[in-house]
């Protein structure tokens, strides 16, 4: 980190979705804070904040931080998209209403409540499944992604056929938001392949009866969106709806075969599983960042942003910032992580975090009532992202009741 002190802003030349930052990005997470409250990366000619006060500030501006011009590196004012934006992401007000109104209502708490029965039991069933294979597995294949790929694409509604593309796609999509670096590239053959049959999935046609997809489809037919917006809004489902709760539900169980005494206390306390998870995305912040686009000249910490300019937020960053959290870098399931931005913050917070929070609750209560400790059994591996904050393998060790 360099500071040039002839200039107010300061400076860094740190490539932040540099391979070596990306599989440990705490120490120049802190630099980045301890920089000022906002910082230019010159490698790639935009700006940065990591402390939780600005984060948190623009996120709640959607008026001077606008989505529309995209939540990646690329600029949409300069830039075509590799992809048509999306309606809820990549929209900001007035556009961003109508397709977010219908989503929320149909992700939300209330409605989930159908799910909630069928999900415990699924939970327990898979639990049951890989405890009686064994003591020792990974739990990020075994249970961080079956879980969610057991339920979710049900949920929705779509066919058997073709689910392995999901987290193919969204680990694609999400290395998108970055820069076109090896990330990037490597997923590029794909690319064609797997966004015809995630788009092949969203017509109504090809969506069962029931499930968000139906109901989407639905809510065309009510008026409350048009027959145009109705697949690109099933497309969001399927592009932010697994690799994320994968990575939420693998940082929670990573969080806990490290901390034995945590285990202790949710065991004591199974209803501290919903609290153990929004503090697993507070310390882990399964998507690192997002940008956001200044639609004006903003003054932020005093330095000034010109309109159109590209600003990376760290929210995983934020959620470590010792001026907002006390211990940031412990994970306490009796904290209070209520108000981090691991889902965001404003109009744009996770419309799907009722989905991601169902899933985690099933699962970690199938496990506490089952597995006494939990800890690790070889080392963790990184799976790198430039947007997402991933897991290849987490290694674990249980004794079961
Ligand atoms: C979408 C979308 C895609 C990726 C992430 C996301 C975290 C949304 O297509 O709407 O939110």
């Not at 075994?142 to 066919?159: C, E, K, M, T, W």
């Amino acid at each position: 980190m360099t500071t040039f002190a002839s200039s107010h802003v300061p400076v860094s030349h740190v490539d932040p979705f540099g391979l070596d930052i990306l599989e440990n990005p705490l120490p120049f997470q802190a630099d980045l804070r301890d920089a000022g409250p906002v910082v230019y990366l010159d490698r790639y000619d935009v700006f940065a904040m990591g402390r939780y006060e600005q984060v948190h500030a623009a996120l709640t501006d959607w008026q001077g931080f606008q989505s529309a011009a995209g939540v990646g590196l690329s600029n949409f004012r300069y830039e075509k998209p590799w992809r048509p934006p999306s309606l809820l992401l990549e929209a900001d007000p007035p556009y961003h209403d109508a397709p977010r109104a219908v989503l929320s209502k149909i992700l939300g708490p209330r409605a989930l409540q159908k799910l909630r029965a069928s999900w415990l039991a699924d939970a327990e069933a898979l639990v049951d499944q890989v405890l009686e294979a064994g003591t020792e597995f990974d739990a990020v294949t075994r249970l961080a992604a079956a879980f969610p790929l057991r339920v979710f694409p049900d949920a929705v509604g779509i066919h058997e056929t073709g689910r392995e593309n999901l987290l193919p796609y969204g680990d694609h999509l999400f290395n998108a938001f970055g820069p076109v670096n090896s990330l990037v590239e490597k997923g590029a053959p794909r690319v064609a392949e797997l966004s015809a049959w995630v788009n092949a999935q969203c017509t109504r046609e090809a969506l069962s009866e029931e499930g968000f997809g139906a109901q989407i489809w639905a809510a065309a037919d009510r008026g409350d969106i048009t027959y145009e917006q109705a697949p690109l809004i099933v497309r969001s489902l399927l592009s932010a709806g697994v690799d994320t709760t994968v990575n939420g539900l693998a940082a929670v169980l990573y969080a806990f075969a490290g901390h034995p005494d945590q285990w202790e206390r949710l065991r004591a306390n199974p209803m501290l599983a919903r609290t153990a998870f929004d503090e697993a995305v507070r310390w882990e912040s399964p998507v690192q960042t997002f940008f956001r686009t200044t639609t004006r000249d903003i003054e932020v910490g005093g330095v000034l942003i010109p309109d159109g300019r590209k600003i990376l937020m760290f929210l995983g960053a934020a959620n470590r910032d010792p001026r907002r959290w006390e211990n940031p870098d412990t994970f306490d399931v009796h904290r209070d992580p209520s108000g981090h931005v691991g889902f965001g913050m404003g109009i744009h917070q996770c419309v799907g975090q009722h989905v991601a929070r169902l899933e985690s609750e099933a699962l970690l209560t199938a496990l506490v009532t089952r597995v006494e400790t939990v800890e690790p059994a070889g080392p963790a591996q990184r799976h790198l992202n430039n947007t997402l904050r991933s897991w290849k393998s987490v290694p674990v060790r249980v004794i079961s009741n």
